[in-house]
C-alpha cells in the first residue's frame, strides 16, 4: 500500500477513536507522577507549573470556545464513525488556522500534563499528540479535498495547519454563540477538571502513600459536576439550549 494511503487508513482508524485519548493520557500519567520527585521541587515552581497548567488549558478551551460558537452547522461535528463537512468553513479561526479544534484539544490537555511537574512528560505527551494527530489532520484533509476540490485546495494552501497566523484573519460569516458553547463544551470542561483532580490525588498518594482530595478541589469538581448534569439535562430534555443553523 502507498504510503499516502497507509497514512489516510491509520488516520480515519485514529479520527474514530480520538475521544478515548484522555484515557491514554491518564494512563501514561501514572509512570510519570511516580518517577517526579516533589520533595526536590521548590514551593515557587511547582506554584508556577500549577498556574502555568490552569492558564494552558483556559487557552485551550477559549480556542474550542471561539470555534464552535462562531462556525456554522456542517463544521466542527463530534461525529466518530467517519469524516464529515457539509460546507467548508474558511473564516473566523478558520481563517487563521486548519485544525483549530485540535489546537485547542493540546492546550487543554497539556495543561494537565504540565500539572504533573515532569518536563519529560510534557516533551513526551507533545510528540505523541502531534504524531496521533497529524495522521488524523491528514485523513481528513484528504476528505475535504475530494469533497471540496480546488476551493479546499486554494485555501488551504495559504491557511497553516496547526500554527495560527493572525494576518489572514477574516470575521466570522456569523455570530459568535455563547449558547452554542455551553451546549457543545460541558463535558470539555468536566474532563479537564477530572484530569487535574486525578493528576493531584496520583501525585498525593505517591508522595505520602494515602488517598486525599484537598476541600478546594472538591468543592471544584461538586460545582462543575452539578452544572454539567443541569445542562446535559437541559440539552435533552429541553428546547432552551437550542439553535437553528448551529451544529
Known amino acids: 500500500m502507498a504510503l499516502v494511503n497507509e ?18 493520557l491518564f494512563l501514561l500519567a501514572v509512570p510519570f507522577l511516580y518517577w517526579t520527585d516533589t520533595s526536590s521541587i521548590s514551593k515557587y515552581l511547582k506554584n508556577f507549573y500549577s498556574y502555568c497548567a490552569v492558564i494552558l488549558s483556559i487557552i485551550g478551551f477559549c480556542i474550542r470556545a471561539y470555534t464552535v460558537g462562531s462556525t456554522p452547522k ?17 473564516t473566523g479561526i478558520y481563517s ?20 504533573t511537574f515532569n518536563p519529560y512528560f ?26 471540496f476540490g480546488e476551493e479546499y485546495l486554494s485555501w488551504s494552501c495559504s491557511i497553516p495547519a496547526f500554527i495560527p497566523n493572525l494576518k489572514f484573519y477574516k470575521p466570522s460569516i456569523i455570530s459568535f454563540s455563547l449558547k452554542t ?14 484530569g487535574f483532580v486525578f493528576v493531584e490525588v496520583i501525585r498525593h498518594y505517591f508522595s505520602v502513600g494515602e488517598w486525599y482530595i484537598s476541600s ?18 437541559l440539552k435533552h430534555h429541553t428546547a432552551l439550549l437550542s439553535e437553528d443553523g448551529r451544529s
Not at 74 to 90: D, H, I, W
Open 7 to 24: 497514512f489516510e487508513k491509520q488516520g480515519n482508524f485514529l479520527f474514530r477513536f480520538r475521544g478515548q485519548l484522555p484515557i491514554l
Open 74 to 90: 456542517g463544521t466542527s461535528g463530534r461525529n466518530t464513525k467517519e469524516q464529515k463537512a457539509f460546507v467548508l468553513n474558511t
Open 96 to 115: 487563521i488556522v486548519r485544525h483549530p479544534l485540535y489546537l485547542g484539544n493540546y492546550f487543554l490537555w497539556i495543561g494537565i500534563v504540565v500539572f
Open 122 to 147: 510534557i516533551v513526551v505527551v507533545s510528540l505523541l499528540y502531534w504524531i496521533y494527530y497529524e495522521r488524523i489532520m491528514y485523513a481528513e484533509e484528504r476528505f475535504l479535498e475530494r469533497k
Open 181 to 194: 458553547v455551553i451546549r457543545r463544551e460541558y463535558s470539555g470542561v468536566l474532563a479537564t477538571v477530572i
Open 216 to 233: 478546594s478541589f472538591i468543592y471544584l469538581l461538586l460545582v462543575v459536576s452539578v452544572i454539567v448534569l443541569l445542562l446535559r439535562t
